[in-house]
């Protein structure tokens, strides 16, 4: 059974700093795309940052040169690394693989970002 656990979430003041991971079970997920999306109340769920399967990296505009993705094959893991942080950047943050067709989700963990 294919799951994704998010963890790293918290609360941080404005210019903090936060690493959230991934980690998977039943599955290699660093063999995988892999994205981080986040959903802030009242908003539709983005696409924040993918990493493929050989390594290459995409972001939103949003977060470009304040988040980076990466991976760690030894501990099935991918990261978020996330500086700089904005108010605007507070949201349930979810890790999401697509496997034989399937989409898997994580249940998330919540970032906010406030004084």
């Known amino acids: 059974q294919v799951q994704l656990m998010e963890s790293g979430g918290g609360l941080v003041q404005p210019g903090g700093s936060l690493t959230l991971s991934c980690v998977g079970s039943?599955?290699?997920?660093?063999?995988?795309?892999l994205g981080w999306y986040r959903q802030a109340p009242g908003n539709q769920r983005e696409l924040v940052a993918t990493?493929?399967?050989?390594?290459?990296?995409n972001y939103a505009d949003s977060v470009k040169g304040r988040f980076t993705i990466s991976r760690e094959s030894a501990k099935n893991t991918v990261y978020l690394q996330m500086s700089s942080l904005k108010p605007e950047d507070t949201a349930v943050y979810s890790c999401?693989?697509?496997?034989?067709?399937?989409?898997?989700w994580g249940k998330g963990t919540l970032v906010t970002v406030s004084s």
């Open positions: 990493i493929t399967s050989d390594g290459t990296t």
């Open positions: 039943g599955t290699i997920i660093t063999r995988r795309t």
């Open positions: 999401n693989i697509q496997r034989f067709g399937l989409n898997y």
